[in-house]
């Protein structure tokens, strides 16, 4: 950029003469308006790619809920209408009613709220003692933890459904959460955070008399919320799509969870068309919880950064 400045001669009675300059003038260069002008194409393919990729993911989703606007007649004609229809009130209340969508979404949210809570509070405790307890043999606990991984879910599905059987909790909520509280995964990422933490940091609470729950609650925690964030998102959204275990464990209606129970909306006679319409009405308020907790979740991991890098 360069200032052009000019200046005028007025004489004044008496001879004198006095210089006044005019306002500066801002002229942008030749050469930064060449940079302006040109296209940056690494940047916009980039873009375009990014674009492309969202399309790609979302399209599935907008015909889903486009189907779920329309009548059925709309749904199966030839070639497919990709804009919404005005059906879209009619189709979600009758999903709603046909399919029982408030009871399904409260069995919903229970399940994947205390699965999603017991798992982290669960893990956080148990990485917090095989790093912070200096006991024998933890590190041995510790892959036994991990290697649970190792064991597919039909080994280990008729054992526990025998013992929740044998202590009375089938179709309750403490059979369809209690069974799915652990998680060496979310053992493993605690683990390994709490050992990026310096022993100073244990080491100065101790000296100030903070006993271990202290030190976890007030220090630990506050550091572990980036982590924890993230982990709720995944294990709510694991605990609201669960689908063989749910399936187990309940034999009555009341609770079912509301992956199951969109079944409801199939027709049960083999000669009635499918009704598509109602079908992806339920699909999409089944999909409102999940994509709430990813967003409320996002400023709290976003949070948890900020705390952390304090």
Known sequence: MSDAR????????????????????????????????????????????????????????????????????????????????THL??????????????????????????????KIAISMLSAFAIVYFRFRGASLVFWLIFLTLMLPIPVRILPTYEVV?????????????????????????????YMTIPNELAEAAQMDGAGPLRFLWSFLLPLSWANVAALFVVLFIYGWNE?????????TEEMRTVVIGLERLI????????????????????????????????RWFVKGLIESDK
């Open 89 to 118: 009130v009619e189709n979600y209340v009758q999903a709603w009613k046909t399919s029982g969508m408030g009871r399904l979404l409260v069995n919903s949210a229970i399940v994947a709220i205390v699965v999603a809570v017991g």
């Open 243 to 251: 689908y063989f275990w749910p399936l187990l464990i309940t034999n």
């Open 165 to 193: 059987g044998n202590i009375g909790w089938l179709n309750t909520y403490a059979g369809l959460t209690v069974p799915l509280m652990a998680s060496a995964t979310a053992t493993f990422l605690f683990r390994q955070f």
């Open 6 to 85: 000019t200046t005028t001669t007025t004489v004044i009675d008496g001879g004198a003469v006095v210089a006044r300059p005019r306002p500066t003038v801002t002229v942008l260069s030749a050469e930064l308006e060449q940079k302006r002008k040109r296209v940056d194409w690494s940047t916009v393919l980039v873009h375009v790619a990014l674009i492309v990729a969202v399309a790609l993911v979302a399209f599935p989703l907008y015909y889903a809920f486009v189907i779920s606007t329309q009548a059925i007649d709309e749904v199966i004609q030839k070639p497919p209408r990709l804009l919404p229809s």
């Open 267 to 298: 027709p049960r006679s083999g000669t009635e068309l499918p009704t598509w319409n109602l079908i992806m009405a339920g699909a999409m308020m089944a999909l409102i919880p999940p994509v709430a907790v990813i967003l409320f979740m996002q």
